[in-house]
Nanobody
Framework: QERLVESGGGWVQTGGSLRLSCVAS????????MAWFRQAPGKEREFVAA????????YYSDSVKGRFTGSRDKAKNTVYLQMNTLKPEDTAVYYC??????????????????WGQGTQVTVSS
């Protein structure tokens, strides 16, 4: 059974850093595009970052560009999201997702076939 499991969330003060991890299992995700989304209470799920199968192509939302960096270790079947200079508005549940290809719909939740259960990130002011 395919699974994506996120970890690394927690509580941090404004300006701090966290690194999220997403471990994939149950199938080979090494050729899949991977993405991070987040959802704050009362809000829709929001695109954060996406990476192609090799990690050579990355996309970021304007709200995190320059602060967040996505990467992947194919040998470990793991995708990372390094989050620096965190702000209170970054508070949300963060989800990783996988799709067979990056395509042109990489920012849409409907593009992705597999999802993790999410990890909470809380940034205090």
């Amino acid at each position: 059974q395919e699974r994506l499991v996120e970890s690394g969330g927690g509580w941090v003060q404004t300006g701090g850093s966290l690194r999220l991890s997403c471990v994939a299992s149950g199938r080979t995700f090494s050729d899949y595009a991977m993405a991070w989304f987040r959802q704050a209470p009362g809000k829709e799920r929001e695109f954060v970052a996406a990476l192609n199968w090799s990690g050579s192509t990355t996309y970021y939302s304007d709200s995190v560009k320059g602060r967040f960096t996505g990467s992947r270790d194919k040998a470990k079947n793991t995708v990372y999201l390094q989050m620096n200079t965190l702000k209170p508005e970054d508070t949300a549940v963060y989800y990783c997702a996988a799709a067979p290809w990056l395509g042109s719909s990489w920012s849409l939740p409907t593009h992705y076939d597999y999802w993790g259960q999410g990890t909470q990130v809380t940034v205090s002011s």
